[in-house]
């Protein structure tokens, strides 16, 4: 199945993506979606970054914000560090996660340039969280925005996770802690589709920022 295909059957009709189904869906998708990222230059990335912060520094939620739970991008990933540092530059107090054994994460404030150390997390890529001193996983409740990192976001605004549950974990805590920050997708613009395969804890994001601009969902 090709993303193409993915999209074009979820335009035929209701269809039903719960389930085993919609896990294997997932898979494929994130296989797919992770080769066009990966075949992305090291310009590309780089110009992709300055341009999403460029975006999601107009966004209203985040020029009002006090503070942001965000992460640090690697890879191919749509590039965060220039938006770290803009919204740094302004005084927010920016979070960014560490994973645990679990799979969830804590949480650490981003202080200055330098303040990140490089962790090898068995099985999976190297990640650059917070050197600093950990906030508890219950930090992100405080945000006023949340950034979410994602493979693919549709029309409804549901988002396409990686597939370790982290995120979902957060999504859960705020739900329990009744915290309703912003939640916002950062995603290059071919991944902006008209609709992924859902399970029954996903939830619904209310804008995604591209390169090329912000689109809201109802």
Do not use: C
């Amino acid at each position: 199945m090709s993303t193409d295909s993915y999209i074009k059957k979820g335009t035929e009709g209701p269809v039903s993506h719960t389930g085993r189904g919609a896990e294997s869906d997932k898979r494929t998708l994130r296989r797919e979606f992770l080769a066009v990222r990966n075949a992305l230059t090291v310009d590309d990335v780089r110009e992709a970054a300055h341009a999403l912060a460029r975006r999601a520094l107009e966004l209203p939620e985040l020029t009002g914000a006090r503070t942001v739970a965000a992460y640090v991008s690697v890879g191919t990933e749509p590039g965060t560090p220039p938006l770290l540092d803009a919204l740094r530059a302004r005084g927010v107090r920016v979070l960014l996660p560490a994973l645990l054994p679990d799979n969830d994460l804590d949480w650490g404030a981003y202080t200055k340039e330098g303040s990140l150390a490089r962790v090898q997390h068995s099985g999976r890529m190297a990640l650059f969280e917070p050197a600093g001193e950990r906030l508890g996983p219950d930090a992100v409740t405080e945000a006023d925005v949340v950034l979410l990192p994602g493979l693919a976001v549709d029309a409804r605004g549901m988002r396409l996770g990686r597939g370790g549950g982290s995120y979902d974990r957060v999504l859960a805590r705020l739900e329990a802690a009744d915290a309703h920050p912003a939640l916002v997708v950062l995603l290059y613009d071919t991944e902006v589709v008209e609709r992924v395969p859902e399970e029954a804890h996903d939830r619904p994001v209310q804008a995604v920022v591209t390169p090329s601009g912000v689109r809201r969902f109802a």
